[in-house]
């Protein structure tokens, strides 16, 4: 494993963005939900000025647990009120990885070349504190009933430690094919959802990426077995 720069994460890359613009032109969604907004001007922004030129109908829900994060994303997304900012845990407490989990995730993907948050000596610590906030939890499956568990795109963009666990709790709630969004698939947040996608018929891979830390679009059949 190789540590991501510091602030790498936050900027998107020029492919991203042109790949993320170019799908919603074609496919239109019109039911959106993202995790890991952070301060709503990345993913989130290129989503919505995208949806904007549509001039369409949208529900579009994006998840931060950050509350500080959370409110500075409410107020720079202010020009977009269709856009809905839930302060919370994507997935149920009961799944937060422990500190226990996170040295079993980090110990199983030591000898692959993908990238890691924080230095070594302070990584585990770095995730724990990323989830530590009381605030309400399971926002994937309240966002999800409310479109009567059919949407049209997910975005998944959450902390490194939970990709794994944020990928199949959505995908064991989803009962409607939809496009997968998923940011750093050559890092510890998405690199197992990758490999599972590779090899899993129900999934169709639009683009694949390595820039910066990788990303994929993938096309999601509910249907398929």
Known sequence: M???PAGGMSVEGKEFEKAISNIIKERRPTRIIETGT?????TTLI??????????????????????????AINNLRNFPKISVCNGFSIPKILVPT????????????????YVD?????REDCYIRETNYNVPDDFLRICLRFMGYSADMVVLDSGGHIGFIEFN??????????????????????????????SDPRFNILTLSKEKFGFCIVEYNYERK
């Open 47 to 72: 989503i919505a000025k995208e949806l904007e030129k549509l001039n369409s109908y949208y529900q579009f829900f994006t998840i931060e647990v950050n509350p500080y994060s959370a409110n500075i």
């Open 99 to 114: 500190l226990h989990d996170i040295r079993k995730l980090l110990n199983e993907l030591k000898d692959e070349d993908i």
């Open 118 to 122: 924080f230095q070594e000596h302070e």
């Open 169 to 198: 709790y959505v995908l064991s709630l989803l009962k409607s094919s939809c496009i997968f969004v998923l940011d750093d698939v050559y890092h510890v947040k998405h690199y197992q959802n990758l490999k599972l996608i590779q």
């Open 38 to 42: 952070y301060l709503g001007t990345g």
């Open 2 to 4: 190789k540590t991501a």
